[in-house]
């Protein structure tokens, strides 16, 4: 349980702009009733070990990444500055769209997508690269701004470019507040346990069944020397909030117990900082380089697969 709070960003994002926070052009490109948002600043993120490593998961396990980046030659580690991912579902299968702001060559991302098989799509002037079943698109709003998704939600971007559409003022507040303080970050505005695959609890009784009383949550990543994590969640009642700190800082304490015993040189994870305030619950920690890679493990592939 304790792994997978410190791993909410993470599980999100299967998802920071023009100086800290996320920047107002790609926000007013998503959808304005967004329930899941994630994002990076990639001039941050790629300047440390620890944050290209996790960019190269993402891009395995991000559908929109990985199809934009495989089909059409969108490259994330090359000459991109931010990336914002955004569903409207209520669940991570939901999919969503992926909005970035960097320089892009349409030439080059044309050409490979032919010589993929892809065909293309003018909508509202603009030109929608597709791959060979059409359901995936990319399209390039400029030279600085790409959307890439299941083609009906990069039609829905485009639409609200011309529309100069925008998200609610209090989701963008949040957007501005977790962007500005993190590498890479995601907000939930639904229970995220529902964004969990396979989190359903084992035991009715036990402390996981205490995630189902969370309603929202967010969290932000600082990667410097290490990670810096931090999360916040919401739960139904102050009540509810204590029990599932107490429960975490419980659970905490016996995993590095039980590495002590075994004569581990040091706990797989470290003692986390839990605060309540109310119904709200904060919770922090530092990791190393290898403590956070292990909550993030290579994605395996089916035999003679290769990305």
């Known amino acids: 349980m304790y792994g997978r709070i410190l791993t909410i960003s993470v599980l999100a994002a299967h998802s920071a702009g ?14 304005p009733d967004a329930k899941v948002l994630a994002g990076l600043n ?43 991912f955004a569903s409207s579902g209520t669940s991570l299968d939901a999919g969503g769209i992926l909005v970035a702001r960097g320089r892009f060559d349409g030439a080059a991302m044309r050409s490979k997508a032919e010589q993929n098989g892809g065909t293309t799509e ?15 698109g990319l ?31 209090a989701l963008s507040a949040e ?35 205490l995630l189902k009383n969370l309603q929202r949550a967010a969290a932000g990543i600082r990667f410097r020397n290490g990670a810096e994590v931090t999360t ?7 009540e509810n909030a204590s029990t599932l700190g107490n429960a975490l800082k419980f659970l905490a304490n016996m995993a590095q117990a039980q590495a002590s015993k075994k004569g581990a040189p040091a706990a797989a994870l ?30 395996k592939q089916p035999a003679g697969k290769k990305l």
């Open 232 to 238: 916040e969640a919401q739960a139904d009642t102050s």
């Open 42 to 84: 990639m001039d941050r993120v790629k300047s440390t070990a620890l944050g290209r490593y996790v960019l190269t998961q993402l891009a395995q396990r991000v559908v929109q990444i990985h199809e934009a980046s495989t089909f059409f030659g969108f490259d994330p580690s090359r000459n991109v500055h931010e990336l914002l």
């Open 270 to 299: 470290p003692l986390p900082e839990v605060k309540t305030q109310g119904a709200t619950l904060n919770i922090s920690a530092t990791l190393t380089d290898s403590q956070f890679r292990n909550l993030l493990p290579p994605k």
């Open 18 to 31: 023009v100086s800290t926070a996320a920047g107002r052009q790609l926000r007013d490109l998503v959808m």
């Open 175 to 209: 957007v501005s507040r977790w962007s500005a303080a993190g590498d890479f970050w995601v907000i939930s505005m639904v229970p995220p346990l529902g964004l969990m695959p396979g989190s359903a609890p084992a035991n009715p009784g036990g402390p996981q069944n």
């Open 139 to 169: 399209a390039l709003l400029s030279s600085t701004i790409a959307a890439a998704g299941d083609v009906a939600s990069v039609k829905a971007v485009i639409d609200r470019e011309a529309k100069l559409s925008s998200m609610t003022s």
């Open 122 to 136: 003018t909508y509202r002037g603009a030109t929608i690269l597709l791959d060979t079943k059409k359901t995936i």
